[in-house]
Structure formats: structure tokens, C-alpha cells
């Protein structure tokens, strides 16, 4: 975990995605689903919604989390358009879904978030067709 750190503090984005996802396996998981505590209705900046998803996710409090990050990402927040896409990909208190994966990676991807394009980068690269090898007969 240590050279994924030194990795991730220069910037790589593999290192950074490794060492989020070492954390979240190791990170104990909610023992009882609860309906959000605090409905996204309030009037909150998508900023403050973010920040909000945020404090629910760092808990892997997913469906507490969710309607935040929906709020912010339909305001147009990329940040929160990324972790949607993350949430779907990996199926965090939604159904698992790379389609909506992909929508709103792509969604946040445009705004320039780096970490979006490259996951979106590699479920391409996890999707294309494999080249088969043909041997000489």
C-alpha cells in the first residue's frame, strides 16, 4: 500500500483508484439499510449536497449517499457525476449497472474530470473484443 501511496501522491490515477478500493474492502460495511436520514430537498448548493453524499459515503452509508450525489450530479456537480458512476459500476446501494456506469462517467468526463475519463478508459479496454490467435496450420 505504501508505493500505491507514493504512486497516488505524483498523481497516478491507477494508484489512486488501488488504493480507494483497498480501503473500501477493508472499510466494515452497514449492517442495517435506513431510509436517508435528511431528504435532498432542502436547499443546499450542489456543493453542499456533494459535501453532504460525501460525509454518508465515507460511513458506506450508499443509500444515504445516493439521492445527495443524484441531486448534486442533475445540478451539473462532476464530481458527484463521478461517484454515481462509480456507485453504479461497483453496484453501492444501487443495482450494479455499467450502462449508467458509463452515462454518467461520460457525463463528468466531459467536464474534464480525468478520474472519470479514465474509467471510462477502462471499461472500453474491458470490453473490447479480445484478438483471437490464429495458429499456423
Known sequence: ?????????????????????IKEKN???PTA???????PTET??????YAKANSFYEKRDYKNALPYYEKAAEAGHRESQYFLGYMYQKGLGVKQSEEKAIEWYQ????QGNVYAK????RIK???????TATLPV
Not at 500500500?1 to 478500493?21: F, I, P, T
Not at 439499510?33 to 431528504?39: E, F, I, N, R, S
Open 1 to 21: 500500500m505504501e508505493w500505491y501511496q507514493k504512486s497516488a501522491d505524483q498523481g497516478n490515477v491507477y494508484a489512486k483508484e488501488m488504493l480507494k478500493r
Open 27 to 29: 472499510a466494515p460495511q
Open 33 to 39: 439499510t435506513a431510509k436517508p436520514a435528511l431528504q
Open 44 to 49: 443546499l448548493s450542489a456543493e453542499e449536497m
Open 107 to 110: 457525463k463528468s468526463a466531459d
Open 118 to 121: 479514465e474509467m471510462l478508459k
Open 125 to 131: 479496454e474491458k470490453n473490447a473484443p479480445q484478438p
